[in-house]
């Protein structure tokens, strides 16, 4: 082969091979960024229609390829928020979205109703859900308290509370066969609003008694779960909130990384 010939044929060789390594770099998936896709598991949240807290505080911890998505039911105190038909409704609209748990975001209704009441709305629920979990917040606190074998509690719910949904909850939780040092409202009281972090963290850390084993900030609407960390860490104990320990026993049930302990304690620990 002539000079001449050998460089054109090594020129037309190396574009050719130019061409393939291009196509196979733009064959390459690239890294796409986090879109929020629910790759691992969808969750739903049913959440009472004023309340923003519950599905914000929920995206916030949630680990990367798990996704939040709500269903609002109207109005209601207590028990009522669980009564035939909105609740049914807003269960039906998340079972077409196909999530692999529903939460409950709303933690009263539990306590007015009482555990075995309150279970037999769960399952009254699931049969409309077809097959997919429902998960309520009082009694997975409860498994999580038993889950770091605490036994003496600290509680405090939402200044719009009433009276009676507070004692209530202390009703509750004495009837799980805990020793409840104190249950408490924080103040002053209020209609619904967001509750700045300060204010729940210098309120909790005053009110948490010396002997209580673990506090519970009960109330999805509070919105809490930026304060966990640095109360555990001035009081030495664990602290649940009502939104945490959804999404602990959510994460559990579909085998999904937990979002580390940044939440809180409690995510070191697997469910039962």
């Given amino acids: 082969m002539e000079r001449r010939d050998f460089l054109r044929s090594a020129a037309v060789g190396s574009v050719g091979a130019s061409l393939v390594g291009q196509d196979l770099r733009q064959n390459q998936e690239p890294a796409w960024p986090d879109d929020g896709a629910g790759t691992v598991a969808r969750l739903g949240i049913l959440t009472p229609d004023f309340d923003p807290v519950p599905e914000s505080e929920l995206w916030t911890m949630a680990p990367r390829g798990v996704s939040i998505h709500t269903s609002r039911v109207p109005r209601a105190r207590g028990a009522a928020l669980v009564a035939a038909p909105h609740i049914d409704e807003a269960v039906d609209r998340l079972v077409e979205l196909a999530p692999r748990a529903i939460l409950l975001g709303y933690t009263s209704s539990s306590y007015a109703l009482g555990a075995e009441p309150d279970e037999r709305v769960r399952l009254r629920l699931e049969e409309r859900t077809?097959?997919?979990?429902?998960?309520?917040?009082?009694?997975?606190?409860?498994?999580?308290?038993?889950?770091?074998?605490?036994?003496?509690?600290?509680?405090?719910?939402?200044?719009?509370?009433?009276?009676?949904?507070?004692?209530?909850?202390?009703?509750?939780?004495?009837?799980?066969?805990?020793?409840?040092?104190?249950?408490?409202?924080?103040?002053?009281?209020?209609?619904?609003?967001?509750?700045?972090?300060?204010?729940?963290?210098?309120?909790?850390?005053?009110?948490?008694?010396?002997?209580?084993?673990?506090?519970?900030?009960?109330?999805?609407?509070?919105?809490?779960?930026?304060?966990?960390?640095?109360?555990?860490?001035?009081?030495?104990?664990?602290?649940?909130?009502?939104?945490?320990?959804?999404?602990?026993?959510?994460?559990?049930?579909?085998?999904?990384?937990?979002p580390g302990t940044e939440y809180g304690c409690l995510f070191s620990r697997r469910p039962p």
Wanted: glycine share 8%.
């Fill in 130 to 258: 077809k097959g997919i979990p429902l998960i309520f917040a009082a009694p997975v606190a409860v498994a999580a308290f038993r889950q770091l074998a605490v036994r003496r509690i600290s509680i405090v719910h939402p200044p719009w509370w009433t009276a009676e949904a507070n004692d209530q909850g202390r009703a509750y939780w004495r009837a799980a066969g805990f020793e409840v040092l104190d249950c408490t409202r924080l103040t002053p009281e209020r209609t619904f609003s967001e509750v700045a972090p300060r204010e729940v963290f210098d309120f909790v850390l005053c009110r948490t008694p010396r002997a209580a084993e673990a506090v519970f900030i009960g109330g999805n609407g509070m919105r809490a779960i930026g304060v966990v960390c640095a109360l555990e860490s001035r009081l030495g104990r664990p602290v649940l909130t009502a939104n945490q320990v959804l999404l602990w026993n959510a994460l559990g049930r579909v085998g999904s990384a937990n």
